[in-house]
């Protein structure tokens, strides 16, 4: 029994570390603009596809995978300059529309460039499962486990201690003080976008040798992860990656216990409750309302 | 000036004889190129595009030229409907080749039969020919021979009861429902039963639990697209430890490349064409499988499929079809494909009736198991 | 709204000329059939309209009220599948199902109605996403109900024993449900409960100090919209003789949104011009298979950075200047 609990937490951990990615990327563009970047999951899609074209064509993984990170970067770059900065100020509605005609177009894209097929990426260190308290896990989880690990502290680090991330929060908490102060808002914005493309490329290619990439993968992990920042608390960064363990764990508990069928519903019932009875999330601050 | 009158009368006549002769063969498709089901579409929409290609290189049907005329449903019934009557009323098709997916070719059948348009389906439900319309075939092997197959080599190996996995799609509940049902007449029992989501990254919660359910000599896994591919991996991971049977709807090398060393020791039921080059030379369908295998692989560098083989095997029939029945007459060319006996394709040897729109028994399926990275052939 | 941030408020242009409007409608959706030539024109002809009456009932939500459904696809496949499970597995009579159903939809969208639109903004865009999708997920996985994902036929509609199919019959039923559904959603916008949603929209506090019953309102305006999406789901499935959830998820929603958007927010014709735009062009874009989702994508990113009023609305603006 007990066993079985001990692989179903550590699938979920693993799945939710990578919810945990892609929710932070969702947090970082949040704070700096409002904008709920709707092709969030496209990005892991990039970093994923691009590390198996490389690699295919002969590059070494070590090599491969910071070329992928920078593709998708820059991608994330040229989403904020040609199709969110010409629409600053516009209502919410016209954002998330803006986004998700952007994840329709990456997505049509990826089938020009590559195609529609399943891709595998090679494990980072062989696949010989590993046994722990009765249950099995494959050495690419743990790979999962610790660079999630490591960039949650690197970012902390760059939020807290040095002057471009401060700027950044800083424009998070009000942009229009920030500006007053020097920080350079168009700046910041582009860095956002930037980072969390970098962020959820690593998620993806660190999740391709597990569970294959695609032209759509993105599609369902941007939901979820979406739905991750939302119960930590959209804005917080300690809370996206709460949300995404969290969400990782119940999805798992969920199938083995109650319904596998159902197991994709746990994420957006989950999601729902939050809401309704607590809408800023685990850890997300409470929004005044300006009058 | 009546000799002028008929002599002119005859120069029409024949220059609109002419003119008919000239008139190409339509051929319409709807496939799903595009979305979900792009690695079902995509195949065949190549396949039919490069045998129209042929058979016009070699001088066409009856001395007229064929022409395909196909739109991208993208797996939506809706559109595939939409496309249908736009092939019936506005291409004015002669027949119609096509429908990936069981959804898409069921939301189509009510047109076909309305309009009395021969329809020869590419989708796998059993649904499709049971019970038999009158205007609808089909050329993959359907759901419930996949089962029948599958539950034969089980027997072989002394396997009673199984636990079976099965995800989302229409083709993994299609087949479920049909392995559940013809179980018991093949003595198998099966006492776990577990579904994953459509786009799941990992099973290993699903087989956790079968792995923990007493009795199971063995694993079926009635899927489609990426979700085998991931509960095979999955399933080494856990090392479940019994023999793990795939679908007929990942007979294919891709398969293998995705699950990877996993695969090795999988079994599943499939069409001669992935182990063509293995078979031996008094088997009927060496000839065409191989065909077709080198032609499709030396013109789209890639590995052939199954689906594409499905697509080959309809464009054939139908063309067979209209070589019978010498016209594009729709009542001629339904009644010419119900009458074809002993036709060798990539699927197996069809053998139509009135009261079978399909032609194929289980025979037609072969068990193949994964060996050293590639197909072969079980004895 | 009032979120902190990069804030414009949008001047939203309330003059719809209303009588000009639905008169030219009407001789529209009369005069259309000369210029149909076969069936498969009639039906592009109707699935425009059905979609219209979705989006005419979405726009109100979205461009007067100023809130957002990413789930109204739900709506429309519970209208599908309520019509099509009542009269094919119950026997129920279609008309007395269409009934039933639409005082299904209109109750449940009651019930989820007042905690979700409590929520602003992306909140609230979250909120009817999940419950767009848990709402697909329910269809798809009750098979033996709906059918699953290879979904289900549906009995053609009989009204008192008449029974009602073909593309002839079908395009003057939806094209008089289509004037009815714009003529109600003109009469609403000029209503006083009308004013006191756009009143809403301007400013939700300003309104509240005026005494307006803010969520009341927006509830009110989620049920009726829900109504004329899940009615037209239900005339879409008899029409078809057959659904799948195809229809009822994600990807349906946002073509929804997309149509309202680019037609025109706080538009009603705009929303049909947007149903037919966006219902035309994968028929139209046929020879360039591969590249719809690009175009597609396209055309959403762009409408929203240059006429992010919409289509009919900016085509007014334009006209309007020349006209100085």
Redesign the interface.
Known sequence: MSA?LA??LL?GL??GAIYALVALGFAII?NA??V?NFAQGEFVMIGGMVSVSLANAGLPLPLAIPVAVLAAAAVGLALEKF?VE?????????????T??????????A??VW??????LRPFSG?R?IELAGA?I?PQSLWVLGVTFAIVLLLGWFFGRTLTGKAMLATSY??LAARLCGVNVRFVLLLSFGLSAALGAVAGIL?AP???T?W??G???G?KG??AA?LGG?GSGAGAVAGGLLLGIAE??G??YVS??????IA??I??AV??FM?SGLFGKK?A??? | MRIKLLASLAAALFAAGAAIAQQPIKIGAFLSV?G?A??LG?PEQKTLELYVEKLNAAGGILGRKLQLISYDSAGDAEKARTFAKRLIEQDKVDVIVGGSTTGETMAVVPLVEAAGMPFISLAGAVVIIEPVKKWVFKTPHTDRMACERIFLDMRARKIESIGLISG?GGFDKSMRAECLKVAPAYKIQIVAD?????????M???L??IK?TPGVQAVLNAGFG?GP??VT?NF????IGVPLYQSHGVASK?FI??A??AAEGVRLPAAALLVAETLPDADPQKKVVVGYSREYTARFKSDVSTFGGHAYDGLMLAVEAIRRSASTNKEAIRSALESIHGYVGTGGVVNMSAGDHMGLDVSAFRMLEVSKGNWVLVK | ????????T?HVDWRTPRTGGMALLAAVVLVLPLALINNYWYEVAILVGINAIVCVGLNLL?GYA?Q?S?GHAGFFGLGAYGSAILTARYGWPPLAALAATTAGVALLALLVGR??LK?K???L???T???G??IS??VV?EDRLTGGPDGMSVPAFTLFGLGLAGERVWYWIVGAALLAAVWLALNLIESPAGRALRALHGSE?GAQVSGIDATRAKVAVFVISAVFASFAGSLSAHYSGFITPGKVG?FHS?EL??MV?FGG?ASTFGAVIGAAALTLLPQLLTVLK????????????A???FL?RGFLPSLLIEIKKKGK
């Open positions: 079985q692989q179903y699938s693993t799945v949040y603009s409002h709920i199709a010409p629409a600053r100020g516009a209502s919410v509605v016209t954002l998330i529309i803006i998700i005609g952007a994840s329709i177009l990456l997505r049509g894209l089938t020009l195609d529609k097929n399943l891709h595998p696949d499962p099995t494959l009000n942009p999740i597990i569970t294959l695609s759509d993968v599609v369902m992990l939901l979406f739905a939302i959209l798992s508990l199938a083995g596998s069928a159902y197991k994709d519903a957006f019932v999601i729902l809401l309704f809408p929004s309302e300006r009058v | 595009t979900g792009a690695f995509d989302a577990e579904a994953y989501g459509g786009g799941d990254t990992d290993t919660a699903q956790t639990k923990g990426a591919a991931i991996k080494r991971q856990l090392a891709e490349k995705l990877g060393d | 709204m009032g979120e902190p941030g990069f804030h414009r949008e979205i100023g957002i990413l905690p979700i929520l903004g992306h909140y865009a979250m909120a996403l999940g419950m999708i848990i997920i329910v996985t506090v994600f946002i949104v997309t958007v927010m591969e590249y719809e989702m690009v175009v597609f994508g396209a055309v959403m990113i409408t929203m950075v992010p």
